[in-house]
Structure formats: C-alpha cells, structure tokens
C-alpha cells in the first residue's frame, strides 16, 4: 500500500487568523481516511490547503512524493486529485450532463461516454435527470452530481467536504453506501465529517481536529471506541 | 407609414451595432463581475486602425478589419493582464476606478497619436438598396450590420453552449473556486473573453464608424456608455439580453430622435432604462438572483 498524500507539517493563515497549526497527515492507497471535528475546527481550510485554493505558510503538501506547492489548483486535478468542496459547489445553472463534462474538463475526451456511463450506473438518479438545470435538483441530487462530476476527472484520491451536510438520515446512508461501493471499486478517499459515527463506521483510519490542530488519530474502530471521541462527537 | 419604417429600420440598425457592444460587456461582465469601461474606447481605436490600414497602409477592406480585429484582441488581452487582473480580489470600486482610468488612458493617448480633428471615415460599404420606387432606401451598411450582428449573437450562443471553452466560460462565470477544482485554468478563460470582447470591439468600430463616419478620440465613449445601458436593459451577464437590449435601445433613440426631439433623445433613452429596471431589476431577460443571507 503506497502512499498517495502526505501533508507535514503545514500552517494556514487567514490574513491575521491562523487557522491550520501544523497539521500533519497522510492517506495511503485503498484507504478511507476521515477527518472529524467540530465547527470551525479547520477541516474545509485543511482540504482547501490540499487543493491549493489556499497557500499553506509553511510545511509541506506531497502528492505520490510530488511537491504541490507551486502548482495551481487547476492543474492539481490533472495529477488526479479531486475535491468535492463543502456546501457542493455544482454549476446550478447548468444541465447535469453539462456539470458531468465539466468534471471531464481535464480528460482528452476518449474516456468519457465510458466515465459518463460508470457515474450513470453509479447514480441512477442522475441519468433520469441529464438535461435538467443542476439548480432544481433536490439536496441529495446536487449531491450525487457534485460527486459524480468528481469522478469524471478519474481520481486516485477523491476528497470529500461533508457530503452528508443537509441531508435526510436517509439519504445520508445512501451516500454513505455510495462512498462504501466507490472504496471497494479502489478510489481512496479522503472524508470531512461532522457525522463521526457515520465517518468513523466506513473509514480504515481517521484524525480528529480541534481548532486548527490534530489532537487524535487512529482506525475508525480504535476511535469510534474512544472515550474523548465518544464524549465529544458521538454524543456519550 | 415609410417614414416610420425608415426610422425603425435605422434604429435596429444602429442597435446592432450596440448590440455588438454590449454583448462584450455583458460577457466580460458575466465572468469577471466587473464594469470594463474602458470597453467603448476600444471601439475607437479598431476604428482608427482600420481607417488607417486602408488609407495609409493601403490594405484591402477585409484585411483592414481583420488587423483591426487583431489589434484590439491584442489590446483587450494586455489591458486585462496589465489593469485587471492584479486587482482580482479587490474590491469592485477599485476595479470600477482602474476601469475608467484606462479609458481616459486610451482616448489620451488616441489624442496624443492621432490628434483632436475629426477625421473622416470611409465606409466600407457604400449606397443603397430603394424599397418602394426609392421611397424607403435602406443603406448597404445598415444590412450588413445587421446581419454581422446576428450572426454574432449566433455564434456566441453556439460558443458558449456547444463548445467545451464555452461551457468553461458559463463554469467561470458561476463559480470560479468550483471551476478551478474541475482543472479550469480560469485566467485563461478571462483573457479569452476580453480577447472575444475586443474583437467584437473592433467590428463594431468598422461598422458604427461606416454608418456615422466622423472619427475621434471620444467617438467610442457615448456608443459604450449607450451599449452597457443596453446590456443592462437586457440583463446584464444574458448573451439573449444583450442583443434584445441593443436592438431595443437603438430604436427606442431612433424615434425618439424623429418624433420627440433630437435634443432628448437620450434622455429619453436613459428614462426608459430607469423605468424598465424600476419593474424589473434585472433587466428584460436576467435572472434575478437575490443576495445569499
Ligand atoms: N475566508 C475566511 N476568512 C477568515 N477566516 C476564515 C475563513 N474561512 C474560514 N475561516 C476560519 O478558519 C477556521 C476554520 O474554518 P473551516 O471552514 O476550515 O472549518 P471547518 O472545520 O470546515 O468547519 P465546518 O464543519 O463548520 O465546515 C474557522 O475559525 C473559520 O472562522
Ligand atoms: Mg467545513
């Protein structure tokens, strides 16, 4: 099992606002990492950081050993990254299909009715919908969509901002099971949640953060068993 | 009744070419979110550099256009690289500032190169088709600028809608952060709508300085000012808009210059936008997206 990231190290600032303080953590191949942590704890800024959509201060960000500092965000998908931002950031007013081709945007095209077709059989749901306007999609849609887009750019590591955010209990397990199908298809993912029990129940290993550090890490199970996790994010 | 008709037919005529215009605010618009007022100014200058390159240089018409085309590409791309795009995460006044400061900065510098006399274009089409026994002549020029708009308006909704450039446009233009997380290089994309924008400029210069040919520093600043009101008429960021906006407005100017007075055509241009944004906000064709709370 390879490593696929590595951040060591790393510090964010939000002008005076230091936001990430030497964060430190790794995601090797096949693996379902998840980052917990309360509001405000710094996980979006993290991923953020990851993208390049911020600059961390110092530290380091490697990607299968490459350095990404000076590479902008947008050639970061390229290298097979893909990041499904927090609050899901679909085009709202464009069609579905067109959402899908624009997470190909980096693909040279030879791949995509295959891709298209490996999201549709993915999510059903999406193919009924394929010339809607993404804006009139319902929470658990915009969803799906904002995670099949992410899967045309063919990713080795997909991360994932709280997809549960907003959603009925029962569309969370779906999206659940959906991130529990695309782990045994071989994506590693790289999970943000503030549902920990859900988190913590799919992932091989997970870190806790408090505000802007990593206090606690170790197996989903080993955490999920932990009585400073319990208190704190899974209610005693 | 032809009379009528004769102005109707001036107005849309002279609202194509705002319709050219506008429709390169409304897309630098749409995906920079700025005012680029330096916009109508570039109309001036594709209007000096073709009158040049058929009188001095001697080129043939098409060839005058198309350099003329090339130079103001050129200009929009380094005004954009140079002016704008060091302010991209300021806040809108500064840009707002920036943009007029480089319209002055053009129609100077227009000033200091070709000086302050009028010079006299020459059309790049000549006479008249006679409708009517030559009761209702309509200019070659005004036929060929509205089909020169139309086809544009056409093309640019194929463009946007059909092409994978395009599509990175409308992605842009939504969600920048978004964008660049699908492997957009979004500068890239910003440069391409003002090279777009300035080209439309430049064929908007031949074809206003062909229908009114007097040619100064200022020529493009009252046509540029007209064309934003019609892209905001129509809904500012809307291609449809920008088109419907222009057209409108030229005739809304032509009549009014006919049967009102010459004096308050514009004011009665500009009360009309107030009234048309007064019932709707957005304009004719916009959305309109209230602020997030
Ligand atoms: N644009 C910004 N400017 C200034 N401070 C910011 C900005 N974005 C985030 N912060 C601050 O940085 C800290 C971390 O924010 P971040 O969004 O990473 O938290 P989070 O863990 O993702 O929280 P949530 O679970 O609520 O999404 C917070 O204190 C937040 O107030
Ligand atoms: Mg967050």
Known sequence: MGQILKVDNINVYYGAIHAIKGVSLEVNEGEIVTLIGANGAGKSTTLKAISNLLHPKTGSIEFFGEKLAHIPPHKIVEKGLAHVPEGRRIFLQMTVQENLEMGAYTQGGKTFNEDIDGVFKQFPRLLERRKQIAGTLSGGEQQMLAMGRALMSRPKLLMLDEPSMGLAPILVEQIFDIIKELHKNGTTILLVEQNAQMALSVADRAYVMETGRITLSGTGAELAQSDSVRKAYLGG | ?293
């Open chain 2, 1 to 293: 009744m032809l009379e009528f008709l004769s102005y109707l037919i001036s107005g849309i005529s002279l609202g194509s070419v705002y319709a050219i215009i506008a429709l390169g605010y409304t897309m630098v618009y749409g995906i920079a979110k700025m005012l680029n007022f330096a916009h109508g100014d570039v109309i001036m200058v594709g209007g000096y550099v073709s009158l040049l390159a058929m009188t001095s240089l001697g080129l043939p018409t098409w060839a005058a256009i198309l350099l003329a085309m090339v130079v103001c590409t050129v200009l929009g791309v380094i005004i954009e690289g140079l002016a704008y795009k060091p302010l991209r995460s300021a806040p809108s006044l500064a840009v707002l500032i920036t943009a007029i400061g480089v319209s002055y900065f053009l129609q100077n510098s227009a000033l200091l190169i070709w000086g302050a006399n009028p010079k006299v274009y020459s059309p790049i089409i000549e006479g008249t088709f006679k409708l009517f026994d030559g009761k209702l002549p309509i200019s070659y020029i005004s036929m060929l600028t509205v089909s020169v708009c139309i086809v544009i308006m056409i093309g640019l909704t194929i463009f946007t809608s059909k092409s994978k450039m395009g599509k990175a446009m409308r992605a842009c233009s939504e969600d920048k952060a978004a964008a660049q997380l699908m492997g957009i290089n979004v500068n890239k994309t910003i440069s391409l709508t003002f090279a777009i924008g300035s080209a439309l400029a430049a064929i908007a210069g031949v074809l206003l300085c062909s229908s009114y040919p007097t040619l100064m520093p200022t020529t493009g600043s009252m046509p540029g000012i007209k064309a934003f009101t019609a892209a905001v008429f129509g809904g500012i960021g809307s291609i449809p808009g920008a088109f419907l906006g222009g057209i409108l407005l030229g005739i809304i100017e032509s009549l009014a210059k006919a049967y009102i007075s010459t004096q308050l055509a514009n004011t009665v241009v500009f009360a009309v936008l107030i009234i048309v944004l007064l019932v709707r906000p957005a304009g004719l064709l916009g959305k309109y997206v209230p602020e997030k709370v």
